[in-house]
T-cell receptor, first 114, second 110 residues
Framework: KAGVTQTPRYLIKTRGQQVTLSCSPI?????VSWYQQTPGQGLQFLFE???????NKGNFPGRFSGRQFSNSRSEMNVSTLELGDSALYLC?????????????FGSGTRLTVV | DAKTTQPNSMESNEEEPVHLPCNHS???????IHWYRQLPSQGPEYVIH???SNVNNRMASLAIAEDRKSSTLILHRATLRDAAVYYC???????????FGKGTSLLVTP
């Protein structure tokens, strides 16, 4: 079956702009999580959605937001981009939001802010 | 979430078994032990997870200590494609985030 699909793969934006990233989870998976990965901070949790509801949010400013649609697809938005937002953004999906299930990650969206 | 401790790096020869340790002395009874790995320029990949009993799958084996304060990921025959950062993570059914930490960077030499 198809894996987790993230679009676009690469993105270059200018400081101050906003960006929307998309994630299509594995069919049947209802939990979608987003992570930011940078060389300095490693993998950091952004937020998780389950059945269109945000279940938890990491320690990121309000410029970072997301949503999940009824078909479980998810988007994350970053407004007023800063240079420090340059990172690999990863999406992961799981059947349920529980420790007894593993997550499948997408290949990520590489965002560069100039 | 309880924390895990892993060595920063390990090295192995190709076609030899690799034992990657993880300490989690503050693990709770409901924490599952998850392992993920991340190859260069790719997203993390699920490897295996378990609660109390040892687990095997096509990728690896997970050996869990009887007191559950430590675990070991076992790659039975390392290949060059196993060179990656391996993350040991604890997660219970009420927690939503995977706390990746720094992981162990595995180098496999021919």
């Amino acid at each position: 079956k198809a894996g987790v699909t993230q679009t676009p793969r690469y993105l270059i934006k200018t400081r101050g702009q906003q960006v929307t990233l998309s994630c299509s989870p594995i069919s049947g998976h209802r939990s979608v999580s987003w992570y930011q990965q940078t060389p300095g901070q490693g993998l950091q949790f952004l937020f998780e959605y389950f059945s269109e509801t945000q279940r938890n949010k990491g320690n990121f400013p309000g410029r970072f937001s997301g949503r999940q649609f009824s078909n479980s697809r998810s988007e994350m938005n970053v407004s007023t981009l800063e240079l420090g937002d340059s990172a690999l953004y990863l999406c992961a999906s799981s059947p349920f939001s529980a420790g007894s299930y593993g997550y499948t990650f997408g290949s990520g969206t590489r965002l560069t802010v100039v | 979430d309880a924390k895990t401790t892993q060595p920063n790096s390990m090295e192995s020869n190709e076609e030899e078994p690799v034992h990657l340790p993880c300490n989690h002395s503050t693990i709770s009874g409901t924490d599952y032990i998850h392992w993920y790995r991340q190859l260069p320029s790719q997203g993390p990949e699920y490897v295996i997870h378990g609660l109390t009993s040892n687990v095997n799958n096509r990728m690896a084996s997970l050996a869990i200590a009887e007191d559950r304060k430590s675990s070991t990921l076992i790659l039975h025959r390392a290949t060059l494609r196993d060179a990656a950062v391996y993350y040991c993570i604890l997660r219970d059914n009420s927690g939503y985030a995977l706390n990746f930490g720094k992981g162990t960077s595995l180098l496999v030499t021919p």
